[in-house]
Structures are given as structure tokens and as C-alpha cells.
């Protein structure tokens, strides 16, 4: 394989030496880009060694950046490469640490997750991003940011906080001279556990109902503090936990690259077909008539993706004029909502639906890789091509498109099911 044929997605990369033994693993946000970057001039010193040992590059798609790094850690832990070992000070992701052994906790970044009786979070890949959250929970939570022994029973002495810039500056809730009870203190402390676990809804609905008793009550400064909270917590899109990945999800993660890898080769495609969208039509003598889509990402349904369609300029049985209308629809509005389209297309049926799709596609000027997969024979019909493509029944890429295009067949005869049953 040649570096242009690498996937532009998240993954993790082995490198390997002459005897295949695995020298170096490592993640990326985008494989292609940097696995590219190894190969560049003015690398230093100690990538420029590790590059003359070089001899082989594998890797594994992932579904993201944390995913990757969940698996390039554990590819790390099982091989102890030569490189990242030698390397590991470089390579150890932080940690976000809730003192909660403390009367009053803090959260500090740390590099170091040991058993001491605190809570860890992460590990997290982006330590800027980690350091910017810490620094919003100081602001919307009102955590205190100092090293100060505090414990619930005892202060600290008065002249070591009284000019505490925390402190003057409202910024801390000061646990160090008695402003907030222990109580109301690990109510903050359990909120962050809550944000740092993902549970948002939670805390929208919590702090909603306490902004609505603030204004009742007329604390309109706190109910301005809790405002800003609500706010900011829904502008956050991505959860900071990480989901863990067990030793069957890493075997199964190898099992889609070559997959892909097979299906790209055998299909003749540019790029992975990591993205597939899949079409199918369900009707009964041309009643009811229904379209479905579905996505697989990474050989796995991305049931958020799966469309609907009712058949609106079509009339009859006539399952070719169907797919051209659900297909022009479908990438209509990808376009015009300047959204991703697909690695590849896979039509339900045979020459006549493959066409069919093909002139929506014309009609939006879009070129997506597009294929029809017929049940009878399992044939594969591709563009600019008069015969079908007859694929070994046991082969692993008729698997997979088999198994998407019986998705989208379930998905459409369900929906075609459900109307048939409001009538």
C-alpha cells in the first residue's frame, strides 16, 4: 500500500522493523496527514532515527480521537514498543484529578493516575483543552483553585487568605474563611462529578428549577450566575468521557480495516469507504411506497444517520423512479445544508436502480462512488460497466455490503409496515 492510499480518519498507526516486530504505535486525528508527517526532512533527531529501523506501516481505523487513544493505549501496554517506551514521558496523556479525599476538593491536571482514594478523569488527548475546562469550572463552579490544607472543622490562620486574589476577587466561594458550609461545598464538587460523567441533562434540569427559585426570591445575581452556567454547558458538543474499549472491540476494530481495505480494492475506490449509505425501497403493487437510508460508519450502523422517506413523485410499482427520487432528496439536502456526503453508495437492486441513482447524483453534480447489489445472485453492478461483478459468497466485503443492504431492506419494509397499519 502506498502512503496516498492511507484513510484520512482517526486510527492508530504501527510501525514496524524488518522482523515485523511492532517498534512504535500512535495516534492520529487523521492517519494520512500523520503518518505523511514521518516522512518529511527536518524531522528531529529521534524521529529520524526510529526512521531508519522502518518497514512497515499498519493501522486500525477508529470511530475518533478517543477512541484511538484508548486503543493506542492499549497497544502500548500489550507490545511495549522499543520507541515509545524510550519516548513515554512524551507520550502520557493527563489526567483530570478531584481531590475528593479533601474536605474542600480541588481539580488538578496531573499525569499520574494512582490508586490514592481521589477521582481520576480521562486521560485526555488535548492538554490546552484540558486546562481550558479547568479554568471554567473555576469560573462557573466556583471551586477553589488553591493548595491551602483546609479542612471542614478547621480554618487556616486569617493572615495567610486575607489578600488571596481568589479570594478579594470573588472568584472562589472561600471555604478558608467559613464563606461556604462543607455541605453546600461538596454539592459543587458532586456537580462537577456530574459534567465530568456526561450526565448534562442533569444539570440543565437542576440548575433550571434553582434559576426559577433565585428569581422568585429576587437573587437576581444568582440567578444571573446560573443563567451563565446554563448557558455555557449547552454550548459544550462533545462529552469529555471516554468510553472504554475491551480486548474483543480492539480484535473487532482489525477486522473492519481489512474489510475496508478488501472492499476498496475490489470496488476500485480513490478513498476508504468508511462512510456507506445505503438505499432500499418497500411498496405493495405501488401502495404506500417508502424509501430508507441507512449509514454505516466504520462497518457499524450509525443509527442516528437512518433516514425515512415517503414517495412523493412517483406513483405505481416502478422502483427505479423511487430510488431517483429518494436518492436526489437524500443529496439534495446534504447539499444544500453543506453537509458530508459518503465514501460510497450502495443501491438495493440491479443495473436499472444503479442508473436510476446515477442520474440524480448527475442532476445534483455530485460524484460519489455508487453501486447496486442485486439479492438474487448477489451481484455487484458498478458504473461504466456492462457485466456485474460476482463476488465469492464467503468473502468478507459481500458480507458487509450484504449485511448494509439487508439493514436498509429491514429498516424500509418496518416503515412500510407502520403505514400500512395507521390505515
Known amino acids: 500500500m502506498k502512503l496516498k492510499d492511507i484513510p484520512g480518519a482517526p486510527g492508530v498507526y504501527l510501525m514496524r522493523d524488518a522482523g515485523a516486530k511492532i517498534i512504535y504505535v500512535g495516534k492520529a486525528s487523521n492517519l494520512k496527514k500523520r503518518v505523511a508527517s514521518y516522512f518529511k526532512k527536518d524531522n528531529t533527531t529521534k524521529i529520524s532515527i526510529m526512521m531508519t529501523f522502518l518497514r512497515h506501516i499498519d493501522f486500525i481505523l477508529a470511530s475518533s480521537e478517543s477512541e484511538a487513544l484508548i486503543i493506542e493505549n492499549y497497544l502500548i501496554k500489550q507490545y511495549q514498543p522499543y520507541f515509545n517506551t524510550m519516548w513515554k514521558d512524551d507520550k502520557s496523556y493527563p489526567y483530570l484529578k478531584l481531590t475528593t479525599k479533601e474536605d474542600f476538593p480541588r481539580l488538578v491536571l496531573t499525569r499520574n493516575k494512582t490508586d490514592d482514594g481521589n477521582e481520576y478523569f480521562g486521560p485526555y488527548p488535548h492538554v490546552m483543552e484540558i486546562k481550558k475546562l479547568i479554568s471554567w469550572f473555576y469560573r462557573f463552579f466556583k471551586c477553589r483553585p488553591c493548595k491551602l490544607d483546609i479542612s471542614a472543622g478547621s480554618l487556616p490562620d486569617m493572615n495567610k487568605v486575607k489578600s488571596c486574589i481568589y479570594l478579594q476577587s470573588n472568584k472562589c466561594p472561600g471555604p478558608c474563611v467559613g464563606k461556604i458550609t462543607f455541605k453546600d461545598y461538596r454539592k459543587k464538587i458532586n456537580e462537577i462529578k456530574t459534567f465530568l460523567k456526561g450526565r448534562y441533562g442533569m444539570l440543565l434540569s437542576k440548575w433550571e428549577k434553582e434559576m426559577k427559585l433565585a428569581s422568585k426570591s429576587l437573587d437576581y445575581e444568582q440567578a444571573s450566575e446560573i443563567r451563565d452556567r446554563i448557558k455555557a454547558i449547552k454550548l459544550i458538543n462533545e462529552k469529555v468521557t471516554i468510553r472504554e474499549i475491551k480486548p474483543q472491540d480492539m480484535s473487532l476494530s482489525l477486522k473492519v480495516t481489512d474489510v475496508l481495505k478488501e472492499l476498496k480494492d475490489v470496488l476500485g475506490l480513490k478513498k476508504w469507504p468508511i462512510t456507506i449509505e445505503a438505499f432500499d425501497i418497500s411498496n405493495i403493487s405501488g401502495t404506500n411506497s417508502v424509501g430508507s437510508l441507512v449509514r454505516f ?68 453534480n455530485l460524484k460519489i462512488p455508487v453501486i447496486a447489489l442485486a439479492k438474487k445472485e448477489e451481484e455487484l453492478f458498478l458504473p461504466n460497466r456492462d457485466e456485474p461483478v460476482k463476488l465469492d459468497r464467503s468473502s468478507k466485503p459481500l458480507l458487509l455490503l450484504q449485511e448494509i443492504r439487508d439493514e436498509a431492506h429491514r429498516f424500509a419494509v418496518s416503515y412500510h409496515k407502520l403505514l400500512r397499519e395507521k390505515i
Open 297 to 364: 460508519h466504520n462497518a457499524k450502523p450509525d443509527k442516528q444517520n437512518y433516514r425515512k422517506f415517503k414517495i412523493k413523485s412517483v406513483t405505481g410499482a416502478n422502483d427505479t423512479g423511487m430510488i431517483k427520487e429518494v436518492v436526489y432528496r437524500r443529496y439534495h439536502r446534504l447539499k444544500a445544508e453543506n453537509r458530508g456526503f459518503p465514501d460510497l453508495i450502495l443501491i438495493d437492486g440491479g443495473k436499472g436502480q444503479l442508473s436510476s441513482a446515477i442520474k440524480s447524483l448527475e442532476k445534483l
